[in-house]
């Protein structure tokens, strides 16, 4: 039962919900009618609302709370910094220790090749930056008409009107007249859904050669970047093949066209490396990062340039008209500063990679490679999908799989866990705190849910 106690209660909130606010992603009249859940208090992996019923939050919010809940080194290190320096900027030719303490921690994590990084305060921002940031690059370099981005159907970037744009979801673009030019599209690495008669390690080449014949078709010398996510996040967490990556590389380095990857959600040790484009192997030219930075404590974000980039714009590059008035704010920093902290002194990201990452997966597969709704499992360290199917032989998706997947997430709702539905795929990314008897308890109720989930549409 929730210690905590509330205020007011839960109508009262869900009325006030209703009267003041457009929540993310929904219908909000339909919202206001059904009234929202009204989340209190989280502690570790659990979550609990206004009603003192408790959830295992096997989405780690919005794949953010690397550290899970309540965490009093990241509370302890925004009391600190909030009584020593509550604000400054990054303006006025002035810095402060924080955001430089938290730069030099985050560059020992990083590869080599990585030397700069522009704060922001979302994932969004930091893919809204890349977009100036790439053709600043190239305007330096000589090559201004070097302008046109290259991003992934159902990909996604963000919800501004740039990141928007580098996303791929066709319902976003139709509201709001996007993208916005100069920025263009290929087809996403899904082999489930459009892998046809191809093995997976030939369509992932196929997806690879979009690319090569979009620039083509472009001109190389028009292209100034390919944006991707290393695997699709919010698209259904989607693991491309194996020959996907290493083909997309030879490419862009073969045209001289900017890798850019979305680390948003998969950096921090989401796949049981510090950084998802590790686990893939490839190395991009920029990297965006924001979620796991501070475990969503407090809204940080940030652009990571490659030594080629940051060193052209520090040294050839003048004056760069960006700033926001958060960029490095003080707290942020130290609260980053705490979190990077725990995920190294507690070995998270490596348990991730050797111990439950591994049990997750072998138990999803263990649990659910038979059961007639799902059709395919994907994953790595603490992230995974189930794809619902009505065919596992041919890979025939359901015609409503959007709906049957809410549904699914709805019943694990009652059951007490919180995954996510996108498309035919139920998602999962816990916290890299979990413990073993956790993900038990995760497997356990999403089979329950999956298993209600079936019944209904009478397949078991």
Known sequence: ????????????????????????????????????????????????????????????????????????????????????????????????????????????????????????????????????????????????????????????????????????????????????????????????AHGGGLSPEAFGRQCAQELEDKILALGADKVAAFVAEPFQGAGGMIFPPESYWPEIQRICRQYDV????????????????????????FQPDTLSIAKGLTSGYIPMGGLVLSRRIGETLVEQGGVFAHGLTYSGHPVAAAVALANLGVLQDEGLVERARTDTGPYLQTCLREVFSQHPLVGEIQGAGLVAALQFCRDKTTRQRFADETDISWRCRSIGFDEGVIIRSTLGRMIMAPALVISRGEIDELIDKTRIAVDRTAEEMGLR
């Open 258 to 281: 900017l890798l850019c990857a979305d680390e948003v959600i998969g950096g921090f040790g989401r796949t049981g490396e510090w950084f998802a484009h590790q686990h893939f192997h």
């Open 1 to 192: 039962m929730t210690a905590f106690t509330p205020h007011r209660s839960t109508r009262d909130y869900q009325q006030l919900d209703a009267a003041h606010h457009i929540n993310a992603f929904l219908d909000q009249k339909a919202l206001n009618q059904e009234g929202p859940r009204v989340m209190a208090e989280g502690r570790g992996v659990y979550l609990w609302d206004t009603d003192g019923k408790r959830y295992l939050d096997g989405m780690s919010g919005l794949w953010c709370t690397q550290v899970g809940y309540g965490r009093q080194e990241l509370i302890a290190a925004a009391a600190r910094q909030l009584q020593q320096l509550s604000y400054y900027n990054v303006f006025f030719h002035t810095t402060h220790p924080a955001v430089n303490e938290l730069s030099e921690r985050l560059f020992s994590l990083l590869p080599g090749d990585y030397r700069h990084v522009i704060y922001t305060n979302s994932g969004s921002e930091a893919n809204e930056l890349l977009i100036r940031c790439v053709r600043r690059y190239w305007d330096v370099m000589g090559k201004p008409d070097k302008k046109i981005f290259i991003g992934r159907h159902n990909g996604y970037h963000g919800s501004t009107v740039g990141s928007a744009s580098l996303g791929g979801m066709k319902f976003m673009h139709e509201m709001g007249d996007l993208p916005i030019p100069g920025v263009e599209h290929i087809g996403e690495p899904y082999w489930f």
